[in-house]
């Protein structure tokens, strides 16, 4: 009796990575079959229903900090008529520009915004599905979708007025673009390779980085086209000409990024592509003490980066990013071996589950907002990141998940991740930077888990046990807080912010210093050596001390002298607080021009505070009071006077301190000769000293 022909392993169906011919086509049923589209809708809007619904009385869903508040400034400068950035793009212009045209339409309102940010993130799990479907099994895809839709990090970027769901949505697009245009029937279809470039393009004016994906995705299709066998014709799509798909995937990119190029080159007569933040990203990835998950923070470290860009030569934007790329260049190459195990270090956080804050923590709105989708506990990247490096070493290591013969979407989808990982690398690691990854990652981690449950189940124990092995070491490997990122002292920031937030007051709720207070106090005792937070500090009690300072001033005009005393007493006890803070901040950084400044500020008011109480003693005929008053105004006026000139040696372009130096000069030359010390001061002066 003769045994019926086994089929060929070729064309047998991959129960989880989809059909086994190497240029598959459309899969049955579409890209989007409706049942699957609103089980991924669904999903999705619920999380994002009570991601809303609990974020909502955050101060942080009202007022964007860090970077979201850079791109709303710049957005109600653009609706307000007026010049945001004169020199060539510092940050990329994508999202303000869209964010200035919510502003015109909703008014300056977050809440359109988010809104509209929650449909692009309902919208990219859709594109999650269709790129599965045409790489991975239905079942694959499916499951795919839904993990990304459930995902937290997405909503947390979803209600900031970031750049990320945006960016993300429209290289996803790009990818799905990519993929049917590589696996049409026929042929490679150009159509699809030139819309997918000017996706790519538009997501790279949010997001630079995105420019790796062009040429490294054009390199790619020429190769592949250039490869002999059967795949050659259609991939080409053209005969002899394998060049033709990678062009019109570089050619789309350029003419979408091309307007913002050539405003780059009219008005800082430099070649930007889109923005010059290279220099400092890579600064920031390099630095002494880089930590391989900070940027460099908007406070006294950016001042000082401006200030040696400044004494380098370098006046404009594109300047200074020239000229910080080479001093990075200039660290990698003094110490190469620091240089690699940065990147290596990075290489470990990135695929790991403990995120570095970036903008506002993760970890702290859990923590101290109620977020609670943001906690260690709900589904994200602890659990997901090691079931998709499983289905990343499945897909290379055919074997260990079953896999069939790798196609030329398979190819797409790990090339696209590998270039956005490794673009990530010179630079420093963030959810932010990882966003744009998430969705591929998602379609892993369900290929590794049905890969894994389907070797379980067919009774493959060598497979299965070598698929639970790696399973194990990933999550082991992105569990384990290698590098400390998850400690209390990455929340002092946050505080910060929160703080400031709260002494301005949102929402219609009134200012609440003393609640800011409180919270600056939290930031200053989890980090004190930051000065940052200790200059902020001291900043919120001179605003304090403001308001009695005015009632000072207009009780001394009212001749209102034991007023005039109390107040200053009042204000006295809280300028002599900030200061404090202050001496601390330049303790911490002496190059810090604006807490010298701010310091010779507090001794400022003193002086006027002990000039005002010299005049009221005189009035009285006191002489004793009014000479010990004199000499104390002396005193403070000289402080100022040299906090001021230690700010202006650093900074001799400062107006505010040259402004208010010389009203140290004229506070001294005013005062009443009721002491030698005063005489010798006022002469000095007018020696010209």
């Not at 993990?147 to 947390?156: D, G, K, M, N, W």
């Not at 790619?220 to 050659?232: D, E, V």
């Not at 570095?356 to 907002?369: C, H, K, S, T, V």
């Not at 900043?539 to 000072?552: C, D, S, Y």
Request: net charge positive; aromatic share 10%; hydrophobic share 50%.
């Amino acid at each position: 009796m003769s045994k019926r022909p086994a089929k060929p392993a070729a064309s047998r169906p991959d129960p989880v990575g989809g059909p086994s011919t190497p240029d598959a086509g459309y899969p049955p049923g579409g890209l989007f079959p409706r049942h699957q589209v609103i089980a991924v809708v669904a999903a999705a809007l619920a999380l994002r229903l009570v991601y809303f619904l609990i974020y909502r009385d955050s101060p942080f869903y009202h007022i964007p900090v860090v970077d979201a508040s850079t791109f709303n400034l710049w957005a109600k400068a653009i609706v307000a008529g007026q010049q945001f950035q004169p020199d060539v793009f510092f940050k990329p212009p994508l999202y303000p520009y869209l964010l200035a045209a919510s502003y015109r339409i909703f008014g300056p309102d977050v809440t359109p915004v988010y809104l509209l940010q929650a449909t692009l993130g309902v919208s990219t799990s859709l594109l999650v599905l269709g790129c599965g479907r045409l790489v991975f099994s239905a079942r694959t895809a499916l499951t795919g979708a839904l993990v990304y839709a459930l995902l937290p990090v997405p909503p947390f970027f979803e209600f900031q007025l970031l750049a990320e769901s945006l960016t993300t949505l429209l290289a996803l697009l790009a990818l799905l673009l990519l993929l049917v245009g590589v696996c049409r029937r026929g042929g490679v279809s150009g159509r699809y390779l030139l819309l997918a470039g000017v996706a790519l393009g538009i997501a790279a004016l949010g997001r630079p980085n995105l420019l790796i994906l062009p040429p490294v995705l054009a390199a790619w299709l020429y190769l592949r086209a250039r490869w002999p066998g059967s795949n050659r014709q259609a991939l080409a799509g053209a005969g002899d000409r394998p060049w033709r798909p990678a062009l019109l995937l570089l050619l789309g990119a350029v003419v979408a990024i091309a307007p913002v190029t050539l405003r780059n080159a009219r008005v800082g007569k430099a070649l930007v592509p889109v923005s010059a933040n290279l220099g400092v990203n890579l600064w920031a990835g390099i630095r002494p003490g880089a930590d391989g998950v900070s940027p460099v923070q908007i406070g006294v470290a950016w001042d000082d980066l401006q200030l040696q860009c400044a004494a380098a030569g370098a006046q404009s934007t594109a300047a200074s990013s020239r000229f910080l790329t080479r001093q990075s260049l200039k660290q990698a190459g003094a110490d190469p071996l620091r240089a690699v195990g940065l990147v290596g270090k990075k290489a470990v956080i990135l695929v790991g589950a403990h995120e570095g804050r970036n903008n506002i923590g993760a970890a702290f709105l859990a923590r101290e907002q109620g977020l609670f989708l943001l906690g260690r506990w709900w589904p994200g990247f602890w659990l997901i990141g090691p079931f998709a490096l499983l289905g990343i070493v499945g897909t290379l290591w055919r074997r260990l998940l079953d896999r069939p013969r790798g196609t030329a979407q398979q190819e797409v989808l790990l090339l696209y991740l590998a270039a956005l990982a490794v673009v990530v690398l010179p630079f420093f690691v963030n959810a932010r930077f990882r966003m744009p990854l998430l969705p591929v990652l998602a379609l892993y981690a369900s290929y590794g888990f049905w890969g894994l449950a389907v070797q379980l189940r067919t009774g493959g124990v060598r497979g299965g046990a070598a698929a639970a092995a790696v399973l194990f070491v990933a999550f082991v490997g992105v569990n384990v807080d290698w590098f400390g990122l998850n400690q209390q002292v990455t929340t002092a920031r946050d505080e910060m912010n929160l703080a400031v937030i709260l002494a301005q007051g949102y929402d219609g709720q009134p200012p609440d210093p003393a609640a800011a207070d409180q919270h600056f106090a939290r930031a200053v005792q989890i980090d004190p050596n930051d000065a940052d937070i200790v200059d902020r500090r001291g900043l919120l009690i001179l605003t304090q001390a403001i308001p009695l300072i005015e009632q000072a001033e207009a009780a001394e005009r009212l001749g209102q002298g034991e007023q005039m005393l109390q107040y200053d007493r009042e204000a006295g006890s809280l300028i002599e607080a900030a200061s404090a803070q202050h001496r601390q901040a330049v303790r911490l950084f002496p190059r810090s021009f604006r807490s010298y400044t701010s310091l010779g500020d507090c001794y400022l008011w003193l002086a006027e505070a002990a000039t005002r109480q010299t005049d009221l003693a005189l009035a009285h005929a006191d002489g004793v009071v009014a000479r010990e008053s004199a000499l104390a105004a002396l005193g403070r006026y000289e402080s100022a006077g040299a906090a001021y000139d230690r700010a202006l040696r650093i900074k001799p372009d400062y107006r505010w301190a040259q402004t208010n130096i010389v009203l140290c000069r004229d506070g001294i030359l005013a005062l009443p000769l009721l002491d030698a010390a005063i005489v010798t001061s006022q002469a000095r002066f007018k020696d010209g000293d």
